[in-house]
């Protein structure tokens, strides 16, 4: 079936380091979103990339699709305590499903 | 308050007793879903419906039932839970099929013992 593939699974880094996620799919995709879920807590939406090349920026968050739209990345510039918690993404290959990265955990050290 | 809200929010139960976790969203969204969240494999999605009456098999439906006969409502049923069930459950609402955001409830940590 789809799948789409997150790594790394964890990250640790020190507060303001830079910190980056990548997803993959074999196949193209209509569509990739991104979430951020605080530990104990719910997927709470970011953003989400429609166009080939497309790149958004939120604040230090860097958010960016591939141009063969298969692949996207989350940048977070001088991370900060606050930015700790699992990222998510998740793709759509139609309007119905979506496919749900598994996640990298960060943790930032004060 | 815009919300989507589950219950129960936790629940011990045995193998074979038949559950239900609500769902309600007040946004009148027309699309939910519910996803299981494990270890090691990020959300997978059970169900989704996209309006009153529709009702779809997402990645993972095997042991679950869904209905949706009113719009703010999206209950999963586990007519007969195994212990391969326990797990986090999440269910979320988007405006519709289209529109990207998912907005989801806070969770239903289930036991299956």
Redesign the interface.
């Given at each position: 079936?789809q799948q789409v593939m997150?790594i790394p699974?964890y990250q640790h880094v020190q507060e303001g380091e830079d910190f980056t996620t990548y997803c993959n799919s074999s196949t193209t995709l209509s569509?990739i979103?991104w979430?951020k879920q605080r530990p104990g807590?719910?997927?709470?939406?970011l953003i989400?990339l429609v166009k080939s090349g497309e790149v958004k920026k939120q604040k230090r968050l860097t958010f960016q699709f591939g141009e063969a739209k298969k692949n996207s990345s989350l940048h977070i510039t001088a991370t900060q305590t606050t930015d700790v918690g699992t990222y998510?993404c998740?793709g759509r290959y139609n309007?119905?499903?979506?496919?749900?990265?598994?996640?990298t955990k960060l943790n930032v050290k004060p | 308050e815009a919300q989507v809200t589950q219950n129960p929010r936790y629940l011990i139960t045995v193998t074979g007793k038949k559950l239900t976790v609500t769902c309600s969203q007040n946004m009148n969204h027309e699309y939910m879903?519910w996803?299981r969240q494990d270890p090691?494999?990020?959300?997978?999605?059970i169900y989704?419906s996209?309006n009153v009456e529709v009702t779809?098999k997402?990645?993972v439906p095997e042991g679950y039932k869904v209905s949706r006969k009113e719009k703010r409502n999206f209950p999963l049923i586990l007519e007969s839970p195994s212990p391969n069930q326990t797990s986090l459950y999440?269910c979320?609402s988007s405006r519709d099929?289209?529109t990207?955001?998912?907005?989801?409830?806070?969770?239903s940590r289930l036991t299956v013992l």
């Open positions: 079936g997150q699974q569509n979103q979430y807590g719910h997927p709470v939406f989400q998510f998740a309007f119905n499903k979506f496919y749900f990265g598994s996640g | 879903s996803y090691g494999l990020g959300l997978r999605q989704y996209m779809d997402g990645d999440f979320a099929r289209n990207g955001e998912l907005f989801f409830g806070e969770g």
